[in-house]
T-cell receptor, first 108, second 114 residues
Framework: GIQVEQSPPDLILQEGANSTLRCNFS?????LQWFHQNPWGQLINLFY???GTKQNGRLSATTVATERYSLLYISSSQTTDSGVYFC??????????FGKGTRLHILP | ETGVTQTPRHLVMGMTNKKSLKCEQH?????MYWYKQSAKKPLELMFV???????ENNSVPSRFSPECPNSSHLFLHLHTLQPEDSALYLC?????????????FGPGTRLTVL
């Protein structure tokens, strides 16, 4: 089945730094979504981005479907950005597969 | 209240207990989902309901029994669970299923099975 690989698995940054999180997928997908899970476990929808680039404040995402990857950019990191970032892809048969996530720690 | 809500937020149960998790969405969506998140594992899709009909069941043990009485409510009935079932159970909804739509998640129920 399709593989969804996220990198890096863990990332520690100082407040104010920028970061790039990557999601690679091994087959063509219908769609892709990025989520942030905060330290309390709540999963927040960030971007629904099957292709192209979107921006929301300090966050932006780019998906290059033909090359099977998506990137999530976080600029000027804040401690509230800490948590786990997941990407999820929808396979051609409509099944949804999540990556293992990138655990981000922003230090004050 | 808006968005997707889940109750209870925390649940501790014995292996012989029967309990239910509740999810409610106030977004006018027609599809609802149950996910399981175990420690150090990727999120796993358990069930998908579209217009109150189950359209996906990802080989989930029968000790988990979903119920979708209407498009706004989704339950997960639990009975004779095992300690390895301890996890965060997340509910989500989207406008439609089978044709991926943006999913919106509830806060989750953290389940501990003793």
């Amino acid at each position: 089945g399709i593989q969804v690989e996220q990198s890096p698995p863990d990332l520690i940054l100082q407040e104010g730094a920028n970061s790039t999180l990557r999601c690679n997928f091994s087959d063509s997908v219908n769609n892709l979504q990025w989520f942030h899970q905060n330290p309390w476990g709540q999963l927040i929808n960030l971007f629904y981005i099957p292709s192209g680039t979107k921006q929301n404040g300090r966050l932006s995402a780019t998906t290059v479907a033909t090359e099977r990857y998506s990137l999530l950019y976080i600029s000027s990191s804040q401690t509230t950005d800490s948590g786990v970032y997941f990407c999820a892809v929808e396979r051609r048969d409509d099944k949804i597969i999540f990556g293992k996530g990138t655990r981000l720690h922003i230090l004050p | 209240e808006t968005g997707v809500t889940q109750t209870p937020r925390h649940l501790v149960m014995g292996m012989t207990n029967k309990k239910s998790l509740k999810c409610e969405q106030h977004l006018g969506h027609n599809a609802m989902y149950w996910y399981k998140q175990s420690a150090k594992k990727p999120l796993e899709l358990m069930f998908v309901y579209s217009l109150e009909e189950r359209v996906e069941n990802n080989s989930v043990p029968s000790r988990f029994s979903p119920e979708c009485p209407n498009s706004s409510h989704l339950f997960l009935h639990l009975h004779t669970l095992q300690p390895e079932d301890s996890a965060l159970y997340l509910c989500a909804s989207s406008l439609i299923a089978g044709g991926y739509n943006e999913q919106f998640f509830g806060p989750g129920t953290r389940l501990t099975v003793l």
